[in-house]
């Protein structure tokens, strides 16, 4: 089964530009879903199959899959930004869920 | 408006059985598929398992396979995460998330239930 490697931590200045990425073997050929978790509460979609952006997400957030890692990317950085992030991919072959270790964001 | 409103918390002791329940209103139930996440303190988020409301399916975590059991109850809108004999090590936050229609992320979750069990 596939393991989704994110690094542990991100920090990055207000206005800033973060970047968190998550890896796997093949991750190419998966769909990748990101979520928003503020402390204490439960998690958000911010980004479904790569790139798409749900409803009341801001720009800001965008998403990439390829080159051997996708990618979540949170540009003009804010406090409100300040979560932790997960990876998920559904694997077809098993039909399980797999999440990635989070990434906790800090606002400098 | 779709809402996914889980069971208030629990204290638990070591040994004893224990269900808590997710109660979905605002779509359609049995075209949904709804799983149950695990969180740890302090830790990352793991899946435990899912179901398909329209027939009860269910397929498990590896890792949960046989400590759990996920259910359903179609006249009540409900999912369950049912624990026959709980230990220290299932203390966590357990939360319920929808799946998105024919699709493989979760747009919807619970508010979570904090399960605590002493030893």
């Known amino acids: 089964s596939h393991v989704l490697t994110q690094p542990p931590s991100v920090s990055v200045a207000p206005g800033q530009t973060a970047t968190i990425t998550c890896g796997a073997n093949d991750i190419g050929s998966k769909s990748v879903h990101w979520y928003r978790q503020k402390s204490g509460q439960a998690p958000v979609v911010v980004i479904s199959y790569d790139r798409g952006r749900p409803s009341g997400i801001p720009e800001r957030y965008s998403g990439s899959n390829s080159g051997g890692a996708a990618t979540l990317t949170i540009t003009r950085v804010e406090a409100g930004d300040e979560a932790d992030y997960y990876c998920q991919v559904w694997d077809n072959d098993s039909d399980h869920v797999i999440f990635g270790g989070g990434t906790k964001l800090t606002v400098l | 408006e779709v809402q996914l409103v889980q069971s208030g918390a629990e204290v638990k002791k070591s040994g004893d059985s224990v269900k808590i329940s997710c109660q979905t209103s605002?779509?359609?139930?049995?075209?949904?598929?709804i799983a149950w996440v695990r969180q740890m303190p302090g830790k990352g988020l793991e899946w435990m398992g899912v179901i398909f409301l329209g027939d009860s399916e269910t397929t498990y975590s590896p890792s949960f396979q046989g400590l759990v059991t996920i259910s359903a109850d179609k006249s009540l809108n409900t999912a369950y995460l049912h624990w026959n004999t709980v230990r220290a090590t299932d203390t966590a936050i357990y939360f319920c998330a929808r799946v998105a229609y024919s699709s493989t992320f979760f747009d919807y979750w619970g508010q979570g239930t904090l399960l605590t069990v002493s030893s």
């Open positions: 605002g779509f359609a139930f049995t075209n949904h598929y």
